[in-house]
């Protein structure tokens, strides 16, 4: 039987790098709003722990940040780095959306590799990877009261099931986990970045009119 399990030194190395990707991407909100210093640590922390926080429920599992809370920190320290930081970036709404995009790279490769190594089959954990990768930045636009990139018309859910299905193909083929990561990482990244740089969008729901009621009674003849 193939070994789909990651071995835990890479899940906790993903996870911290990815914890403060996506910190600092809730930081740059907060400085956007003109939040104080507890603002952006309050975003940092929403949008760094969100997506894990839901994935280890739904496994199960012990939340990783209650385990080890040095994400925490992680996320508070990066808060404040960004918030005597960020008015040195000119476009902060364009790091924020490559921020944005490496930290869904990220954490879709390590909430994917997390559910197979807690046993899960491939369609779960691909879910548990795209719930990682998104409701991190669900959180953080909700709360920053900015539009959600969920509800507009970006690829960013694709990406993100592109970049976990790339994963669990290649650990299939008995690839190690780090190659396997790796390529997981950059489909993510290269699917959301092509999205970004050229404004790609999935085709939208036309909507169409329906049918009077002449129509209807014309058919029940």
């Known amino acids: 039987m193939m070994n789909l399990v990651a071995p835990t030194e890479l899940l906790l190395t993903v996870d911290i790098l990815s914890v403060v990707v996506f910190a600092v991407s809730g930081a740059l909100t907060a ?16 949008t760094g722990v969100g997506g894990g926080t839901v994935r280890d429920l739904l ?27 960020a008015h040195l970036v000119e476009s902060r709404y364009r790091l924020l959306l490559w921020f944005d995009a490496l930290g869904l790279a990220l954490v879709t490769v390590a909430g994917t590799a997390k559910g197979l190594d ?9 879910v548990m990877g795209v719930i990682t ?31 976990a299905c790339t994963y669990v193909a290649l650990a299939a083929l008995a690839l190690p986990s780090l190659a396997a990561g790796a390529a997981g990482v950059a ?27 002449e129509e209807i009674e014309g058919l029940r003849k």
């Open 133 to 163: 990768g998104t409701v991190g930045g669900i959180v953080r636009d909700l709360v920053g009261n900015e539009p959600s990139v969920i509800l507009r018309r970006e690829i960013y859910v694709t990406a993100s099931g592109l970049g």
């Open 118 to 126: 807690n046993g899960t089959g491939a369609v779960v954990a691909v």
């Open 187 to 213: 489909v993510t990244f290269a699917v959301r970045g092509l999205a970004i740089t050229y404004n790609w969008s999935m085709p939208a729901y036309r909507r169409r009119d329906g049918r009077k009621v």
């Open 31 to 46: 400085s956007r709003k003109s939040l104080d210093v507890v603002g952006f640590m309050w975003l940092a922390v929403l």
């Open 59 to 85: 496994l199960d599992v012990p939340v990783f940040w209650m385990v080890a809370p040095h994400h925490i920190v992680a996320c508070l320290v990066t808060a404040v780095a960004v918030h005597f930081s």
